[in-house]
T-cell receptor, first 114, second 113 residues
Framework: DSGVTQTPKHLITATGQRVTLRCSPR?????VYWYQQSLDQGLQFLIHYYNGEERAKGNILERFSAQQFPDLHSELNLSSLELGDSALYFC?????????????FGEGSRLTVL | QQQVKQSPQSLIVQKGGISIINCAYENTAFDYFPWYQQFPGKGPALLIA?????SEKKEGRFTISFNKSAKQFSLHIMDSQPGDSATYFCAARDKAAGNKLTFGGGTRVLVKP
């Protein structure tokens, strides 16, 4: 158990809909990272938050947004969903900006868009 | 663009054999190279990591070899066991980009008993 909690574990929705994925980092971790894992593209970095502030953006679509709240949990919002958004979405946390590089991953949220 | 290239995509090895996974990178700003192991239904978990000032690091049956001049690094799994069957990801950290990790495409390893 990594200590990172993601909900929901599974989500099935229709094209055009909007969903919110939630992540609770390990106790004390200030950084939260979101990654998308699809079959053909491995783990793609989406966005990084540190203590409530956005720090880095990857190839995150404009239809996607995220935020980190004062209690350090994070939410990833996916809107106007398309079939191609079906993937596993992972949240990871780490201790601080100057961390050793170890990210602790949750078990992911599997999104299926029909 | 794929900044970290990983090969092979999959490999099958007999129990007791050696599994070798290779990664190559281009960004010279990368300063930390971890390997993650992922079992089905689970998130990736750190397996072993190396810094570019070291050419080799060994932890139990797992060894990372690092060639800074060639910008390549590899994972060797010695005496592979069925419990090692998993997907392995190499990664690289860009400290200047908020410590985010860029992952390779993953290698699915199957160890046959």
């Amino acid at each position: 158990d990594s200590g990172v909690t993601q909900t929901p574990k599974h989500l099935i929705t229709a094209t055009g809909q909007r969903v919110t994925l939630r992540c609770s980092p390990r106790s004390g971790d200030l950084s939260v990272y979101w990654y998308q894992q699809s079959l053909d593209q491995g783990l793609q970095f989406l966005i990084h938050y540190y203590n409530g502030e956005e720090r880095a953006k990857g190839n995150i679509l404009e239809r996607f947004s995220a935020q980190q709240f004062p209690d350090l949990h994070s939410e990833l919002n996916l809107s106007s969903l398309e079939l191609g958004d079906s993937a596993l979405y992972f949240c990871a946390s780490s201790v601080a900006r100057g961390n050793t590089g170890e990210l602790f991953f949750g078990e992911g949220s599997r999104l299926t868009v029909l | 663009q794929q900044q970290v290239k990983q090969s092979p995509q999959s490999l099958i090895v007999q129990k007791g054999g050696i599994s070798i996974i290779n990664c190559a990178y281009e960004n010279t700003a990368f300063d930390y190279f971890p390997w993650y192991q992922q079992f089905p239904g689970k998130g990736p978990a750190l397996l072993i990591a190396i810094r570019p000032d070291v050419s080799e690091k060994k932890e139990g049956r797992f060894t990372i070899s690092f060639n800074k001049s060639a910008k390549q690094f590899s994972l060797h799994i010695m005496d592979s066991q069925p419990g090692d069957s998993a997907t392995y990801f190499c990664a690289a950290r860009d400290k200047a980009a908020g410590n985010k990790l860029t992952f390779g495409g993953g290698t699915r390893v199957l160890v046959k008993p």
